[in-house]
C-alpha cells in the first residue's frame, strides 16, 4: 500500500501540523517510514532534525560535537541529496504548490500562483506543517485583490509565521487599502510586493507614505518597468 495513502500517515500528519515544534512527532513519523518502505524519507527527517539543533555549549559537549563534525558535514550533503532524488514524490502531497521549502524534515514553506492560492492553502495547510506562504498574483488587478481578501477569510495567521505576496495592477487607493486587512499585521513576518498600475501615481500620494509607516518597510510599491 502507498504508505501517503494509508490512515496512519494523515493521522501522523496531523500531530505534526497540530504541534509542529515537537521534534518528538516528527521522529515517530520518520520510524513509521521506516516500517513502511520509505527509508530515505525517514533518514530525511532525522538528518534534518540533527542538522537543525544548536550546537552545544559545555566543554563536554564541545568536544563530542567536534568528534560528530565529521558526520555533520556529511549529513549536510546528505540531506540535500536525498531531497533532490524524492523530492517530486515527497511534496505530491502539496498539490499546486510549484517551490517548497524544506525544515526538520517537512515541508515548511510552499509558493503557490495565484488561482492555485484561491483554493489550495486550506489543503497545504492540513499536508504539511506550513508556515511560510508565498503567493505571486501576476499584474491581474482583480486577481490581487481576490487573493488578498481569500488569505483574510481563511484567517492564514493562524498558522504562518511568515507570508510574503506580490500583488499586481492596483491603483492608489486599493493599494492604501491594504490596511483594512488584518492578515498583513498579524502574520509575524509578512511583506507585500505591489506593481502599481498605470494609473498609479504613488509618489503623490501621502497616504501611499503613510501605508509605507504602518507597514514598518513591509511594503515595496514599484512602477510596472521599475527595478
Given at each position: ?22 521534534d ?10 521506516d ?10 527527517i ?14 563536554d ?28 514524490w515527497?511534496?505530491?502531497t502539496?498539490?499546486?504548490a ?14 503557490l500562483k ?16 506550513v ?8 499584474y491581474t ?5 481576490l ?8 484567517k ?24 483594512e ?9 509578512a ?34 518597468g521599475?527595478?
Amino acid at each position: 500500500m502507498d504508505p501517503y495513502a494509508h490512515p496512519d500517515y494523515a493521522a501522523l500528519m496531523a500531530g505534526v501540523c497540530a504541534d509542529s515544534d515537537d521534534d518528538a512527532r516528527r521522529l515517530v513519523f520518520a520510524d513509521w517510514f521506516d516500517e513502511h518502505g520509505e527509508p530515505d524519507r525517514a533518514e530525511f527527517i532525522r538528518l534534518q532534525i540533527a542538522l537543525a539543533q544548536k550546537p552545544p555549549r559545555t566543554r563536554d559537549a564541545v568536544a563530542r560535537a567536534a568528534a560528530a563534525s565529521a558526520s555533520r558535514k556529511a549529513a549536510r550533503k546528505r540531506s540535500p541529496a536525498l531531497l533532490a532524488r524524492h523530492g517530486k514524490w515527497w511534496g505530491r502531497t502539496l498539490g499546486p504548490a510549484y517551490d517548497v521549502e524544506y525544515e526538520r524534515g517537512f515541508a515548511e514553506g510552499v509558493s503557490l500562483k495565484a488561482a492555485d492560492c484561491l483554493e489550495a492553502p486550506p489543503a497545504v495547510l492540513a499536508a504539511a506543517p506550513v508556515r511560510a506562504l508565498y503567493v505571486n498574483t501576476g499584474y491581474t488587478e482583480e486577481l490581487s485583490y481576490l487573493v488578498v481578501e481569500y488569505l483574510e477569510r481563511e484567517k492564514v495567521w493562524e498558522r504562518l509565521t511568515r507570508l510574503h505576496v506580490t500583488l499586481g495592477g492596483l491603483i492608489d487607493e486599493q493599494i492604501v487599502s491594504l490596511n483594512e486587512f488584518q492578515v498583513f499585521w498579524r502574520v509575524m513576518r509578512a511583506e507585500v510586493t505591489v506593481w502599481a498600475g498605470e494609473r498609479g501615481r504613488l509618489l503623490e500620494q501621502p497616504a501611499v507614505e503613510e501605508l509605507r509607516r504602518r507597514f514598518q518597510s513591509k511594503i515595496r510599491v514599484n512602477h510596472y518597468g521599475s527595478a
